[in-house]
C-alpha cells in the first residue's frame, strides 16, 4: 500500500481524462481496496482495514472519480469493517447523485425524452443494489429510503416505457 506512486488524482487541478477513468474502473482498484480491507478485517487488522479505506478515498476522490456500478464492494468494505457511519455517508452521497440524474433524465421531452434510457435503467439498478446493500447490513431507515426512491423511479420507467 506504501510503495506504489499514486500520481495526482487527488489534484482537483488535475483533468482526469475517460481513458484513465476508464483503466481504474477495468482495474478495479476501489473494488481491490475493498476486498483487501475486508480480508485485513476478517484477520483482526482493523486499524489496517480502515486505513486501506482511508487511503483509497484519499487517492482516488469521489470528487475526481465519481463512484461507479464497479465500486459496491469497496462501499460495502466500511459496513463490513464495522464503520457503519460511514458506509451510509457513502451510500447516501451516491443516491443522492444517482437521484438528480435521474430527475434530469425523467424530466426531458420530446425527441430527448428516450434519449437516456441506459442511463435511467442502470441509475435504477444501482439504487436496487444500494438498498440491498444497506438492508443486508441492516440500515434499515436508509434501505427504506432507497426503497422508496427505487420504488418511485422505476414506477416512472415502466410508465415511460409502455409509451414507446
Known amino acids: 500500500m506504501h510503495v506504489f506512486k499514486w500520481g495526482n488524482l487527488q489534484d482537483e487541478n488535475i483533468y482526469i481524462d475517460e481513458t484513465t477513468h476508464r ?7 476501489r473494488e481491490n481496496f475493498g476486498h483487501l480491507a475486508t480480508a485485513l478485517y476478517k484477520e483482526n487488522k482493523k486499524d489496517s ?12 476522490p469521489v470528487k475526481q ?14 459496513y463490513k469493517t464495522q ?16 437521484l ?10 420530446g425527441k430527448f425524452k428516450a434519449m437516456f434510457s441506459n442511463e435511467k435503467q442502470t ?18 431507515d436508509l434501505s427504506r429510503q432507497l426503497e422508496e426512491d427505487f420504488s418511485k423511479y422505476y414506477a416512472l ?3 415511460n416505457n409502455q409509451g414507446l
Do not use: H, W
Request: a positive charge; charged letters at 30%; proline letters at 1%.
Open 65 to 78: 472519480l465519481p463512484y461507479s456500478i464497479y465500486d459496491f464492494v469497496f462501499i460495502e468494505a466500511f
Open 23 to 29: 483503466t481504474i474502473k477495468i482495474l478495479k482498484i
Open 49 to 60: 482495514a480502515q486505513a486501506v479505506l482511508a487511503r483509497c478515498e484519499k487517492f482516488l
Open 83 to 98: 464503520n457503519n457511519e460511514k458506509g451510509d455517508e457513502l451510500i447516501t452521497k451516491y443516491s443522492n447523485t444517482l
Open 123 to 140: 441509475n435504477i439498478a444501482i439504487l436496487r443494489e444500494l438498498t440491498r446493500i444497506t438492508n443486508k447490513n441492516k440500515r434499515m
Open 100 to 109: 438528480k440524474e435521474l430527475d434530469y433524465y425523467f424530466n426531458q421531452e
Open 157 to 159: 420507467l415502466v410508465g
